[in-house]
């Protein structure tokens, strides 16, 4: 098994364009989006399905890739939250083919 | 009086109710958002539709010009008001009271139809040409919402990841802009001939979905106030009630300089009453991602758009036959 780094963000719908440049700018090697179904932060529950512009549904953007090319994403992704609602984590993982990432 | 009661029993007003009813009382009830979506576009289409063949039966006149452009300058001129009373009377800062603005001088399409339908049952006949007034006014309101915005403040620097041209292709290219245009032209290319082929599917069936539609928008609304009536004070819900009746007393003005006929002159006032809640949210959160949906939407969809549905269409009416009727 091979080690790398597992980048998972949350974000809104509408920012998903521009984390996805983020992502491909900064050269990472592919990533994945999910629906995100509902959720609880701040003292509210959100849903999907509850707005018909759609303008506050939440994705999940997943993304593995060496350690060199996430470190290189990690700044402008915050800068993207700083305006955008979402969250950020990477954690380390262990895949089975390296040349894939 | 007459006219606001048979509003309020009209089918497409009971069904919004029962929607509002079932989500304040925490039903479970849902319409799925792939559904509500096709409903929404079907509307569009058939309104689309129907205004493009009523203008190929007539020339655009002078006068249908000079509607065009009352239109654009409502939108534009509408978010100036609705900030400065904002910025006047509530509690919201800059950037919220801008985004809110930004959807009071935008439209809301399903207002707008709704309202058809009322002036039809009334007996009153409206110009197809308004859905086109109604397309024209989605977008100025975010242009002027921007500059209220940045006035005064420093250029920021734009956000990570950012594309020139985005928010501009989200305005001017959204579903509601264009499925609503292209059914406009293709019913103006198409005319009569081409309707009578299409008239089961978009004609007939079309109050049915509305209702459908509606019952979905109660659903929306109810979820939206419970979610969201903590982010308001007074005087925000306020504005949500007395804002409308400004924008439509100003566009019935216009209205009544123009000459047009009542019909037409109460669509206007509705047009520049309601409130985007499709196209707008989506433009903000690109735009000014630091205000806050929870106000402008529970506003625009919570308390001004069931407010127009069951008090402001038929007064709007009301004037406008009273002036030109």
């Not at chain 2, 509305?210 to 969201?228: E, H, I, K, P, V």
């Not at chain 2, 009536?229 to 007074?234: A, G, H, V």
């Amino acid at each position: 098994m091979h080690e790398k780094i597992r980048l998972e963000l949350i974000i809104e719908r509408m920012a998903l364009k521009r984390a996805c440049r983020i992502l491909e700018t900064a050269g990472v090697s592919g990533y994945t989006v999910l629906p995100a179904l509902s959720g609880y932060g701040r003292g509210s529950r959100w849903q999907r399905d509850r707005d018909l512009s759609a303008s506050q549904d939440m994705l999940v953007i997943v993304s593995i890739s060496d350690e060199a090319s996430i470190r290189n994403v990690l700044l402008e992704l915050h800068e993207l939250l700083d305006q955008h609602i979402g969250i950020l984590n990477t954690s380390r993982v262990e895949v089975m083919r390296p040349d894939r990432f | 009086m007459d006219l606001m009661l048979s509003t309020l029993l009209s089918p497409m007003v009971l069904f919004f109710v029962l929607g509002l009813s079932a989500a304040l009382l925490r039903s479970q009830m849902t319409i799925p958002e792939a559904f509500a979506k096709g409903l929404a576009i079907y509307l569009m289409m058939a309104i689309g539709l129907k205004g493009g063949v009523e203008m190929s039966r007539s020339d655009i006149s002078l006068q249908v010009w000079a509607v065009f452009a009352a239109g654009i300058v409502l939108s534009f001129c509408l978010p100036v008001i609705a900030f400065a009373l904002l910025r006047w009377t509530s509690k919201l800062d800059r950037i919220d009271a801008a985004a809110t603005a930004a959807h009071y001088g935008s439209i809301s399409i399903v207002t707008f139809v709704a309202a058809t339908q009322v002036i039809k049952a009334a007996g009153l006949e409206s110009s197809g040409y308004m859905v086109a007034v109604a397309a024209l006014m989605e977008a100025p309101a975010i242009m002027t919402a921007l500059l209220l915005a940045q006035r005064g403040q420093k250029k920021s620097p734009s956000v990570a990841g950012s594309e020139s041209g985005e928010l501009y292709r989200e305005v001017l290219l959204n579903a509601s802009v264009v499925v609503l245009v292209g059914a406009l032209i293709i019913g103006w290319i198409t005319g009569e001939a081409g309707m009578e082929r299409i008239s089961p599917f978009f004609v007939d069936p079309f109050q049915g979905v509305l209702c459908l539609f509606l019952l979905d928008m109660g659903l929306s609304a109810g979820r939206g106030l419970r979610q969201g009536w903590r982010q308001l004070d007074f005087s925000a819900i306020a504005f949500g009630l007395y804002m409308p009746l400004i924008s439509a007393a100003i566009g019935g003005v216009l209205a009544w300089s123009l000459g047009m006929p009542a019909g037409d002159m109460a669509l206007l006032m509705v047009l520049a009453a309601s409130a985007s809640y499709i196209a707008v949210p989506a433009a903000m959160r690109l735009a000014m991602p630091k205000a806050k949906p929870s106000i402008y939407l529970t506003l625009s969809l919570g308390v001004t758009f069931p407010f127009n549905l069951a008090v402001g269409i038929p007064l709007y009416l009301y004037f406008a036959n009273l002036i030109q009727g």
